[in-house]
C-alpha cells in the first residue's frame, strides 16, 4: 500500500526548536516517513504509513508536544 501524506494545520510553532520538536516526536513514531514544518505557514506535512500509524496518533503526537492542532 503506498503511504499517505497529509498536512496539518498547527498553531503555536514560531522557531527551530518548534519545528524541532515536533519533527523529532512524529519520527520516533514506527511508520512516519517524512515530515516537513512551514513555521511561516503554520503547517506539518507527514508521510506515513496507515497501516502503521493512524493520523489521530500523529495529531495527538504533535498536540503532545504543547501545540494546537486546527
Do not use: F, R, W
Not at 516537513?36 to 496518533?57: A, R
Request: charged share 20%; net charge negative; glycine share 8%.
Amino acid at each position: 500500500m503506498a503511504n499517505e501524506i497529509n498536512t496539518i494545520h498547527v498553531e503555536g510553532m514560531s522557531c527551530s526548536h518548534c519545528e524541532n520538536a515536533v519533527k523529532k516526536a512524529l519520527g520516533a513514531l514506527n511508520g512516519v516517513v517524512g515530515v516537513i514544518v512551514s513555521l511561516p505557514d503554520k503547517t506539518v506535512t507527514v508521510e506515513y504509513d496507515s497501516t502503521k500509524v493512524s493520523l489521530d496518533t500523529i495529531t495527538d503526537t504533535i498536540e503532545g508536544q504543547g501545540y494546537d492542532v486546527k
